[in-house]
Nanobody
Framework: QVQPVESGGGSVQAGGSLRLSCVVS????????KGWFRQAPDKEREAVAA????????YYSDSVKGRFTISQGNAKNMVYLQMNSLKPEDSAIYYC???????????????WGQGTQVTVSS
């Protein structure tokens, strides 16, 4: 059973930084997409960033481009989201997802984590 598990959320002041981590457990053969999504109260889930394990290519939503960086380090089952220059509007529950059967950057994704809260105060 494939299961993403997030960590690293917390509270930070505007302009600060946070780094989210996600470990994707379970057996996955071949290369696949991993993504970060977020959902704020009373808002729809929003795609943030995605990475392809095969070659490390990345893709970002316009709202975070230039401020957030997605990476996987040396382990294919890990994915990180470095968030810099955080804004109050970045406050949300952040979700890690794995495997996009359609091979589209922002899914739909097959496996989802439980989420980690990020709160940015002004």
């Amino acid at each position: 059973q494939v299961q993403p598990v997030e960590s690293g959320g917390g509270s930070v002041q505007a302009g600060g930084s946070l780094r989210l981590s996600c470990v994707v457990s379970g057996s996955i053969y071949g290369h696949y997409h991993k993504g970060w999504f977020r959902q704020a109260p009373d808002k729809e889930r929003e795609a943030v960033a995605a990475i392809y394990t095969g070659d490390g290519r990345t893709y970002y939503s316009d709202s975070v481009k230039g401020r957030f960086t997605i990476s996987q380090g040396n382990a294919k089952n890990m994915v990180y989201l470095q968030m810099n220059s955080l804004k109050p509007e970045d406050s949300a529950i952040y979700y890690c997802a794995a495997i996009s059967p359609s091979n589209m950057w922002f899914g739909p994704y097959q496996y989802w984590g439980q989420g980690t809260q990020v709160t940015v105060s002004s």
